[in-house]
């Protein structure tokens, strides 16, 4: 439900799908290209959710995971992201340099960094795509800005985007986190394979214990 893919791009002005820019959506399908990458637009993955969203059916979404609550999360048909993803986000401006990115990952013990430029969603980039695009630049490439720098593709999805078909995306594109935004276009946290990893792991414990 409302998973996004942002092609790759330098980070100048906002890279957020264009749903949340009131532009046209295309549809893809989960597991291929429906065509070649354009800059000029994002692709919805599921365009139809849009619609269902606005005429009632999210309520119903709503509802029923309500009345799944007493079921294990990993076992819900429909688990919303934002049961799982976690609100702690970090950012840095597409100003900064390499080895400021590096250091602020470093400083605050994480391992994805979201790019601003003027204020806006410029891109996700995670420790080791940094550091493998460090490997295969010249030793002065640590001083470098983002701003001239290709950043990787990124997933975006919305609060209610189910956490099943996320991770079937997160797989095909072969990406391991995703930022979730809120209806106004603003992030509102992180899910990474690690949250993933969590929830299953927790499911071990449970059956291990009954």
């Known amino acids: 439900m409302s998973i996004h893919v942002s092609e790759p791009g330098r980070p100048i002005g906002t890279r957020l799908p264009e749903a949340f820019r ?19 637009h994002s692709d919805a993955t599921d365009g139809e959710f849009q619609q269902a969203a606005n005429s009632g059916s999210y309520r119903a ?41 590096l250091a602020s990952m470093e400083d605050n013990g994480i391992h994805h960094l979201v ?14 795509w940094l550091l493998g695009w460090l490997h295969d630049q010249d030793s002065s490439a640590i001083t470098q ?14 609060p209610e985007t189910d956490a099943h078909q996320l991770a ?11 930022l979730v935004v ?22 071990g414990r449970h059956e291990g214990a009954v």
């Open 182 to 203: 809120d209806a106004q276009g603003k992030p509102s946290g992180i899910v990474t394979s690690t949250d993933y990893l969590k929830l299953y792991a927790s499911a």
């Open 168 to 178: 079937r995306l997160m797989l095909a594109h072969q990406l391991n986190a995703a």
């Open 115 to 128: 790019i601003t430029a003027d204020k806006n969603v410029a891109g996700l980039i995670d420790l080791r």
């Open 145 to 158: 800005t983002l701003t001239h720098i290709e950043l990787p593709a990124f997933l975006t999805a919305s």
């Open 22 to 40: 009131s532009r046209r959506i295309g549809d893809v399908t989960e597991l291929t290209e429906s065509g070649a990458i354009s800059s000029h």
């Open 61 to 101: 979404l709503q509802e029923y995971g309500a009345a799944a609550a007493g079921e294990r999360r990993e076992e819900r048909v429909y688990l919303p992201v934002s049961d799982i993803c976690s609100p702690a986000l970090y950012s840095a401006p597409a100003t900064s340099s390499v080895a400021e990115a």
